[in-house]
């Protein structure tokens, strides 16, 4: 499990040049001081977690839970609450500022966000199927699976059988992607690579749980 973590917004990607004038291309991730509003210990909750929020709300906006929460805790309130697992919470306390300084140039992260949803598509756009023939008799069934089953045994379609339906919108995790530049004053985080998600949508970068 990770030993640190931040959460971010996507912002887009662009690219920068190395000391050898060699092109990288970066996601540009805006990351802002998340504040901790609960801390999760193995003692109490069984498992290992901070609660973080970022940004602000009038706490008008918020349900009586929310609001009781955050004041419970002393913390300005955010829009949003996040759970982040990490395997060691003893260096971090209640009201505690996390910002992108907590990354540096050269560490590999994992980065989890929300896939971009295709909407409802077909098979061959949702899981790689070459579709039907051209030509040779093939009538209006070009971009069709085939068959899905078997005859009389066993008289029915397996379940997870591959077939059209709604794609993206999932939980997706990269590993070991590269910071490329973590700078605290723009709150701005660069990582090699692309990251899952629309611009705009919430990752979490996590220390790689893999190594390089």
Not at 38 to 45: F, L, Q
Not at 95 to 116: C, P, Y
Not at 152 to 180: C, D, H, Q, Y
Request: glycine share 14%; aromatic share 4%.
């Amino acid at each position: 499990m990770a030993t640190k973590a931040i959460v971010g917004s996507k912002v887009g990607m662009t690219q920068v040049w190395d000391a050898d004038n060699n092109v990288i291309p970066v996601t540009v991730l805006h990351v802002e001081p998340c504040r901790v509003v609960g801390i999760k210990t193995p003692e109490k909750d069984s498992y290992s977690a901070i609660q973080v929020t970022s940004g602000f709300i009038d706490v008008a906006r918020l349900s009586k839970p929310e609001a009781g929460h955050f004041k419970r805790a002393g913390v300005e309130p955010g829009p949003r609450l996040l759970e982040l697992r990490l395997d060691d919470v003893s260096k971090f306390s209640v009201g505690q500022q996390i910002g992108v300084d907590l990354l540096n140039a050269g560490e590999k992260v994992d980065v989890t966000g929300v896939s971009k949803g295709k909407g409802f598509t077909g098979v061959m756009k949702r899981h790689g199927f070459s579709g039907q023939p051209a030509g040779h008799g093939a009538h209006k069934v070009h971009r069709k699976p085939g068959a899905i089953g078997q005859c009389a045994t066993p008289s029915r379609v397996f379940k997870g059988k591959k077939m059209p339906g709604r794609a993206g919108g999932k939980r997706v995790t990269i590993l070991n992607l590269e910071v490329v530049k973590a700078d605290p004053d723009a709150q701005v985080l660069l990582v090699k690579g692309a990251v899952p998600g629309p611009q705009g949508g919430t990752v979490v970068v996590r220390d790689a749980v893999k190594g390089g």
